[in-house]
């Protein structure tokens, strides 16, 4: 059956464009606008590439919407502005990125003050993300042209989506190339100094968090991309900086400074964590074999995490005994108190990743201080508490597996003679 008077979408779009007076609000409420975009209709393209129209767009994602609109409809048309923005439509793109107007209209939202709008904030970032992609080059030379965009961007490091932006200047740029000049920017940009600095007990939760949690992923992605470049990678300066030992130390040093700060220990423990992670993961989570370059290259900087680490072992074990910033805790199996709490859990999971690597001046200062037998009063202690047992079994089992060190013609294995003295 053939329907009469029934318009497809691209000619009720040419029928809309075609009015003198047409809005890109009134766009905006067309169901198909996003697909017809796609689709790179010409008469639809041409109307959003218009700069009074690109420059709404733009406003849309950047500022805040009315008070006076409904709920529902608050941020119906920036969500719609920037899926236009980023729906990879060269000529918009292209627009976006070259015309100096629009870019300073984008980059004013991380020059306001803290805190900015979330959700707007994942509009912008999300906007930036596809220029990086798509128009690596072009970023990159305004990027160097404002001395100010790295610690703007840090000032908003307590918005996830601003934390967001700064993975994309790294992940998403393409090729390799165009890749280690984003990675030399930033690294001339003391970004990593900078992140560091933000995992102190003067900062906020939600930014040390987010520190912590991009530098981590920074170090996960590089050191991926270097295994499956093999030969082809070349070192990055991000990665050096965050496997230095000058950097680890700066970061232990902030994490027991007084007074001390669960999140900042907890935050600097889980990239610790990172840093010290020398398996390989495949897609389906497997333990895969390492070449003998992956194995050089991570044992450099798990090498730098630990002579950092060491000297602070002592620190580390006296976070083990003090519970006296902890409240008692209702739970279904009764009251705890104190409860183990999550700087505790922390260095019960960091302990496996230590005694994995088998460094010998490392076994014996944990055996001089009786780290692991504290951690077994804890095993019982708290009963219930199922990541503590398991981090406390992963430590045993590498104690009786790890070999023994020949120093000065001896075999030495100190955890282990420890170890067979427990009675349990």
Known sequence: MIWPNVTTPTEHFTILLNKEDVTLLELMEEDDLLQECKSQSRKLIEFLIRPDTMEEMVK??????S????EQMKYKYANIA???LTSDVSQITEQLA???ILLEKLYGFIKEECPVNPLLASFFSKTYGLLVARQADVMLEYFCAKEDFVSNMLRHFGTSAVMDLLLRLVTFVEPQEARLKYSEWLNGQKVVEQLVGLIDPTSDEERQCNA???????VKFIRDTMSQNQEEAEQNPLLNTIESQQVIATLLDQMFREPKSDSTLVSGMNLLLTLLDFKKIGPEFQQEPMTALDAERLARGVSNALQAITPRLKDFHQLLTDSSRLKAMATTAGTLDPPLGATRLQVAKLMPMLLLTNTHSLNVELDRLGTVSLLLDLF???QWNNFLHSHMEQCISFILSNNAVEIDGKLEHPLFHSVSRWRV
């Open 212 to 218: 912590a949690q991009a530098l981590s992923d920074i």
């Open 67 to 70: 008070e006076e609109l409904p």
């Open 380 to 382: 019982f202690k708290y």
């Open 60 to 65: 849309l994602i950047t500022s805040e919407p």
């Open 98 to 100: 070259t015309e100096p």
């Open 82 to 84: 920037c899926e236009l």
